[in-house]
Every structure is written in C-alpha cells, then in structure tokens.
C-alpha cells in the first residue's frame, strides 16, 4: 500500500467512526442521527483529502477563508452532490464572492453583512441559508452578537427581527463557538445559553422554526448533540492534523 492510499484508508475510517459516534451520541439522547448534519472541515486540507472524505459519503464541507475555498471548489468542479458551509467570519465586502460559492453560511454576525448577502443572492436568483453566530463567552477574539447578558437579549432580537424579513436568506438558527477545552463537559454551559436564548428568540417572534443549531466541533460533538445541535462542524478528527 503507497502512501497516498494508506492516507486514505485512514481518513476513511476516521469518518465512519464519527458517524457511529454522532449515531450512538444521537441515540443516548433520544434522537435521531439523520436530524444531525456533519460538515467536515476542510480548512487548510489539499483537494486530494477532499475527495478521499468525499469517496466515504461525505457531502458537506466546511471551509473558513473564501480565498482558500474557492480554488478548491473550482478544481473539484461542479458537483451537484457536494455542499459547501462558509463556516469563518466573513467581511462584508466579500459577500458577493461567498454567496456565489456557497450553499450556507455559519457566521452570521450583523444586518449589514445580511443585507449585502440578500443583494447579492437576489442577483444570482438564489436562496443563501444562514445561522446566526452569536458570543457565548465573551472572548474579543469571538465574533457574533454578545448574548452573556439576557438585558441584550431585546436589542438583540430587533436585529434579527430585520435578519429574518431579508427575502434571498433563509435564516435556519444560531452558531457558536465555546471556549476550547481539551473537557468536552466545559462547552456544556454555553451550549445551553445558546439554547435559552434560541428559546427567547422563538417565543418572542412568534416563529415556526429558527431551531436549527450549528454546535460542536471535534473535541466536544458528542455534548453537543446531547444539548441539541443540528449540525457539528468536524475537522480534525477526521482528516488528522492541519498541515502546516
């Protein structure tokens, strides 16, 4: 066996063995497995791990930087089959790029990014779907809408008040990031803050859906679903180590 297929029989193997971990986190919560999305996080990954996790069943794929992405997505071509996640922070002044690569987007994080990527999915007659990233933890290293403290959680809600009108967006729920800890159990709090406030949100608008929820990562999915998550963003258990 070469090198290449060695690396892909491993990254194989590593994406069954998060599916039958999110199928048993699913099932010790009561869920089921197929309400969990798994976009596998390519970030800094070459095109050949791609296609390797891609050969597995994977067809979501999540990427942080629009410049690093779209080569990727153009070398792999068109195929209908394959879902891209703009899962990083995005400037606004790349929404327009990013709306015309990308089926969904995780970082959400003010009216005027979501008013540009309306524009820009309206001139590409296209619906973008989009989470809401908010802080949980107040790190300045975070983006998002700070919600810490419920006394902004009413401010809070008239922006997405407006976020929801927008017609080219179909805004699905909310996105965090905990503080990492190498404890599963530490992301536990803010994932349940995040819930409250999705809680708030639907109650107070009156909305039928707004219950999607973009949470966990490689070192706390399994908490995650247990808390609700909707869709968990794994990288590196998967494809290994970044390069680099």
């Not at 419920?150 to 179909?170: F, M």
Request: proline share 4%; charged share 25%; aromatic share 8%.
């Amino acid at each position: 066996m070469d090198l290449t297929s060695g690396k892909q029989v491993e990254i194989q193997d590593n994406y069954y063995r998060i599916l039958e971990r999110i199928r048993k986190a699913a099932r010790d919560a009561g869920r089921h497995a197929e309400d969990i999305r798994l976009v596998v996080v390519t970030k800094t990954q070459p095109v050949e791990v791609i296609r390797f996790v891609a050969e597995a069943g994977a067809r979501d794929f999540g990427e942080n930087y629009v410049e690093e992405a779209i080569p990727k997505i153009q070398e792999i071509g068109v195929n209908k089959e394959l879902t891209w996640h703009m899962i990083g922070h995005l400037q606004s002044r790349k929404a327009q790029i990013a709306c015309e690569h990308f089926q969904y987007l995780h970082s959400l994080d003010s009216v005027k990014l979501a008013e540009r990527l309306c524009r820009s999915a309206e001139s590409l007659d296209k619906t973008l779907s989009v989470w809401l990233e908010c802080n949980v933890s107040g790190e300045e290293s975070k983006f998002g809408w700070n919600i810490i403290l419920e006394d902004n959680w009413s401010s809070i809600l008239t922006k997405i008040e407006e976020i929801l009108q927008l017609p080219n967006l179909n805004t699905l729920g909310l996105m965090t990031i905990p503080p990492f800890s190498n404890d599963p159990e530490a992301s536990r709090p803010f994932f349940r803050r995040l819930r409250k406030f999705q809680e708030f949100v639907i109650d107070q608008l009156k909305l039928s859906n707004f219950r999607e929820l973009s949470i966990g990562m490689s070192s706390d999915f399994e908490v995650a679903i247990q808390e609700g998550s909707t869709c968990v963003r794994i990288g590196q258990a998967i494809l290994g180590p970044r390069p680099g």
